[in-house]
Every structure is written in structure tokens, then in C-alpha cells.
């Protein structure tokens, strides 16, 4: 058996050789801006870099007065949701070698804030319309009489059945991407159904009538048209239209 020789070794990883992208950003600065418009920016980058590096380039070594929220940069808070070409998705869990074009041409990547929430400055928008839906819908455990003298036991059955809705991180993407949200942001939305589903179907929670009843409203789950954009955009993987259906069985069949 012959040694390998040089031309039979593997080709070194081209992980780590830089690249140059455009990042294409929606900006606006309401001081000075009569409306949005589009800045493009070309940035030094690896395949391994996550786009939220390349937003804090911009912002470190570009322009200073570009504006986007951003906190624990690990998938976990959703401060970073944006539309990255067209689709909502978090910053902060989205690689460069996803994004790169094919070929070695050259990769522009288009950056705007979510829709169906008003923009207060480039990237971040006022959540306030948002939280006030979530909070709307009693997102909290609701018991009546006397409190137990020992923790409220659950089978794991019963866990399981509102595991998938626990996994919320109140990041918007959902509610962001629906179209009647966009058009009517009276609606609920998917995320304070999906947050409303995590209790009712709760088995120690004694407050589902009342959340059904508020969700039964004409601006609650009545409101969905059942696109599916909501589940391809959640950036946890929660099958936000299957909770959403179950809260309408629920409601129809008077049945959790």
C-alpha cells in the first residue's frame, strides 16, 4: 500500500476565506426621512457568520446610525426578527452559506423590518400593538378556589399535548408574516392564539372558557385564513396553523 501522496489529499475547507456580500437595507430615520428607501453596503464576511455579524459590521465600522434590535444573539429572546429576502427570520440564526449565491457570484441579501407593525427607525419597529394582543389573551395560569398544599401534578401526556405552543419566544415573525394582519391589526394574530393555546389546553389551567371566549371575538381566530405563512415563519419550528385550528375545534366543539 503506497503513501497518499499531496494531489491525493482532500482540498482545504474554504470555511474561513473571506467573502464579500452586499447587504441591501431598508432604511429609514424618521427625523430626516419623508419615507423609507433602500442602502446597500458591501461587507466583509466568512460562510460561517451569522447575518447578525454582518448587521453589527454595518453599525460598527459603516454607519453608526443604523438602528436594529438585537439581545442574546442565540435564537432565544427574538429581538432580532426582520425580513431577510422577503421571508421573516432572526438575524442571529440565519448562516452566511444559506444566503450565498451559487457559482461564486456575487451575494446581495435585501433587509427590511417585519411588516403589519409601524417602523420607528431602519430595522426596528413598535412592538406595542403586538404585546398589547398577547397580554389580551391572559397568557398566564388561571385556578379558582383554594391554592393546593402541594404542587399540581401533570402526566406527561398532558404535558405533551401544549409542549409545542411552550416553545414560543414572542418574536413576531408569525403575526408578521399573516396577511389579514397586515391589512387589519385589530386581528389577534398567530402569536397570541398560539400563547392563548398554551393554556387553554394546559390540564392545571381553569381559565379556557374565558380565553375562548375572547378569542371568539370578530378580530380573533375566526380572522384566519389558513396561508401557512405563520408556521413557515416561525423561527422555532411551532405548527402555529395546527394551534390555531385546534383553538376553532375547541370553540365549535366546546371541547379541550
Request: charged residues 25%.
Given at each position: 500500500m503506497t503513501a497518499a501522496t499531496t494531489e491525493d489529499a482532500p482540498a482545504a475547507s474554504d470555511e474561513h476565506t473571506p467573502i464579500?456580500?452586499?447587504?441591501?437595507?431598508?432604511?429609514?430615520?424618521?427625523?430626516?426621512?419623508?419615507?423609507?428607501?433602500?442602502?446597500?453596503?458591501?461587507?466583509?464576511?466568512?460562510?460561517?457568520?451569522?447575518?447578525?455579524?454582518?448587521?453589527?459590521?454595518?453599525?460598527?465600522y459603516i454607519d453608526g446610525t443604523f438602528s436594529f434590535r438585537r439581545s442574546c444573539a442565540h435564537g432565544v429572546c427574538g429581538s432580532d426578527a426582520m425580513q431577510i429576502n422577503g421571508i421573516n427570520r432572526l438575524a442571529c440564526k440565519v448562516l452566511m452559506k444559506d444566503l450565498l449565491a451559487k457559482d461564486g457570484k456575487?451575494?446581495?441579501?435585501?433587509?427590511?423590518?417585519?411588516?403589519g407593525?409601524?417602523?420607528?427607525?431602519?430595522?426596528y419597529v413598535d412592538m406595542d400593538p403586538f404585546f398589547e394582543a398577547y397580554r389580551a389573551i391572559k397568557p398566564y395560569l388561571i385556578t379558582y378556589g383554594n391554592e393546593p398544599t402541594r404542587e399540581r401534578i401533570q402526566s406527561q401526556a398532558d404535558r405533551d399535548r401544549f409542549d409545542d405552543t411552550t416553545k414560543c419566544i414572542l418574536?413576531?415573525?408569525?403575526?408578521?408574516?399573516?396577511?389579514?394582519?397586515?391589512?387589519?391589526?385589530?386581528?389577534?394574530?398567530?402569536?397570541a392564539i398560539v400563547n392563548a393555546h398554551r393554556f387553554?389546553?394546559?390540564?392545571?389551567?381553569?381559565?379556557?372558557?374565558?380565553?375562548?371566549?375572547?378569542?371568539?371575538?370578530?378580530?380573533?381566530?375566526?380572522r384566519c385564513r389558513t396561508t401557512f405563512n405563520c408556521t413557515d415563519a416561525c423561527?422555532?419550528?411551532?405548527?402555529?396553523?395546527?394551534?390555531?385550528?385546534?383553538?376553532?375545534?375547541?370553540?365549535?366543539?366546546?371541547?379541550?
Open positions: 464579500t456580500v452586499t447587504l441591501k437595507i431598508l432604511r429609514f430615520n424618521p427625523e430626516v426621512d419623508s419615507e423609507p428607501h433602500w442602502e446597500s453596503y458591501d461587507v466583509p464576511a466568512q460562510r460561517t457568520d451569522r447575518l447578525l455579524n454582518l448587521l453589527f459590521y454595518v453599525k460598527d456575487q451575494t446581495t441579501i435585501t433587509i427590511a423590518p417585519i411588516k407593525l409601524t417602523t420607528l427607525k431602519d430595522l418574536c413576531a415573525c408569525c403575526t408578521s408574516s399573516c396577511p389579514v394582519y397586515w391589512n387589519d391589526g385589530s386581528y389577534f394574530g398567530p402569536a387553554i389546553f394546559d390540564s392545571r389551567d381553569e381559565g379556557a372558557e374565558e380565553r375562548l371566549d375572547i378569542l371568539n371575538d370578530g378580530e380573533g381566530v375566526w423561527p422555532r419550528g411551532i405548527q402555529v396553523t395546527k394551534a390555531i385550528q385546534e383553538v376553532k375545534r375547541a370553540l365549535l366543539f366546546k371541547r379541550v
